[in-house]
Nanobody, 119 residues
């Protein structure tokens, strides 16, 4: 089992920045992909970014490229999502997840953290 706990959400004005954190505990995540997803009311869960824990390769959805950066700290077993130049359309509940593939097979999910971007 992998436990994931997100933090760092909040309210920010458009153009501002936030950094989300996701602390992993339980079994090792060395062989996992750690992803960030987001969800708004009435919409499905949307993939945002993913990092392969081993090696650090990353991938982003087009709408956040150049604005968001996913990274990890091996010593802290934590993955981060640095979000810059935030837009109102980035408003959502952000979830961290651990899985065996780039975009699917996510077995473990955090509780989510709210990000609200005001215009």
């Amino acid at each position: 089992q992998v436990q994931l706990v997100e933090s760092g959400g909040g309210l920010v004005q458009a153009g501002g920045s936030l950094r989300l954190s996701c602390a992993a505990s339980g079994r090792t995540v060395d062989n996992y992909f750690l992803g960030w997803f987001r969800q708004t009311p009435g919409k499905g869960r949307e993939f945002v970014a993913v990092i392969r824990w081993s090696g650090g390769a990353t991938f982003y959805v087009d709408s956040v490229k150049g604005r968001f950066t996913i990274s990890r700290d091996n010593a802290k077993n934590t993955v981060y999502l640095q979000m810059n130049s935030l837009k109102p359309e980035d408003t959502a509940v952000y979830y961290c997840a651990a899985g065996r593939g780039w975009f699917a097979n996510y077995d473990y999910w955090g509780q989510g953290t709210q990000v609200t971007v005001s215009s």
